[in-house]
């Protein structure tokens, strides 16, 4: 399969911390690419450097072929990536519908362009998506609740139908499970599951639940200290002592 993301020698330091050693990483086109290390190891200040929340000291990240280094958070969502943050960030005082309508609005005018006089309701082949992506995510029948009163599970796959109704390439999803209840967290995994059969879509998880990981990944990335120490299908993550080591100090996955 050919590779959709790529980072080359990846460096990032905070002051006299260095949170990326070198970081080297490819995702395949189509795959779910986890990644996963203890606290502190990087996870996140990587995947910030993906959509251009942080630029890397040195190094390269290229995605479908084009640097990602120096372009804004707005201009590589326009590219096709997209990313679900740990806490579900959506507006809480809008309707589970107008939450949808209004990422794919951006994306199909390449900026928010609301008006007083074209209201929402108005922008049929917009409501349209809105609603099927809904349907997607098994949303559809809450469309006219207000999204504060949703649940946290229910509120993170409306982050997703967010996500997925501007048809990203990439979607990196940020401990997607974080206090979710076993029941919630299991349906989000069939719902990623259901997202990977019916779009092509390149999924990268960073997610401390191995339960979610093992369940999920075609491929995983383990960082410790900033680098990566190893890169492997599950099977063979799971016996590697040097995950074990820096992952669980030691302790069986």
């Given amino acids: 399969m050919p ?11 905070f002051g006299g911390l260095k949170a990326l050693d070198d970081v080297n990483l490819k995702v395949e086109e189509g795959s779910i690419h986890a990644i996963i290390g203890p606290n502190g190891a990087g996870k996140s200040t990587l995947l910030n450097c993906f959509v251009g929340r942080l630029v890397p000291d040195t ?8 640097s990602l280094i120096g372009r804004k958070p707005h201009e590589i969502n326009q590219m096709g990536v997209s990313r679900v943050f740990q806490t579900p960030e959506i ?9 949808v309508m209004i990422p794919a609005l951006a994306r199909r005018d390449g900026a928010f362009r609301l008006s007083g006089w074209a209201p929402l309701s108005r922008e049929k082949e917009i409501r349209d998506r809105a609603m099927a992506t809904l349907e997607d995510v098994g949303l559809a029948e809450r469309r006219d609740l207000e999204s504060g009163s949703l649940s946290r599970g229910d509120k993170r796959r409306l982050e997703m139908a967010m996500c997925l109704v501007q048809d990203p390439k990439l979607l990196l999803l940020d401990e997607p499970t974080a206090g979710m209840s076993r029941a919630d967290t299991n349906n989000t995994i069939d719902l990623l599951k259901r997202i990977g059969q019916a779009r092509n879509v390149t999924k990268v998880v960073i997610e ?10 075609d491929r995983i990335s383990v960082l410790a200290q900033g680098h990566v120490i190893v890169e492997d299908v599950p099977e063979r993550i799971k016996g590697d002592p040097k995950v074990q080591e820096a992952y669980l100090g030691g302790a069986h996955l």
């Fill in 3 to 13: 590779t959709i993301l790529e980072v080359q020698n990846v460096n990032k330091r």
């Fill in 59 to 66: 190094g390269a990240v290229t995605f479908d072929g084009q």
């Fill in 91 to 99: 507006f809480q005082d809008l309707t589970v519908a107008e939450n």
């Fill in 208 to 217: 401390h639940d191995m339960h979610v990981v093992f369940s999920l990944a």
